[in-house]
């Protein structure tokens, strides 16, 4: 009899030392296996008063806005997808800038700030594109009284 308790005890705690826990690392899971979660990307605008259109440069996902407040782009972003916001329109006789607009999805975004400041009646927008710039910088100057580095 005692013999048979030893036994049955010994068949039992084999079957629990069956069910336990995996000595697998989940990290060690191949990228194909792992999966993706979705995040949003938005923000807020201030000072808007015309219509303003975004641009998500990574995804060509392009946001148009007409009035102050939060916002988030239609298409939400996979795991670690990079984002690059920038203002695709400015409003007229304004001149707004982006904050945070830049980075990878890691969790929903919600912290790009686009603030927009009016343009005087007598003032002129000046813009324009510098490329083959590798290193260094360039500084461009307005009527000898202004400059920006860049």
Known sequence: MNRIKKVLLLALTLSLAACGASTEDPSDESPENQVSENFDLGG????LSGILVLKNIQNSN??????????TFANSLSTNDPYAVVIDTQPNMQICSVTNGTGNATSVINNIQI????IAADSYLISGTVTGLESGSLTLSLNDSEFITL
Not at 62 to 71: A, R
Not at 115 to 118: A, E, N, R
Request: proline share 0%; charged share 15%.
């Open 44 to 47: 807020s605008v201030s000072g």
């Open 62 to 71: 392009s946001l148009t806005l007409n009035d102050n407040g939060d916002f």
């Open 115 to 118: 603030t927009c400041h009016d």
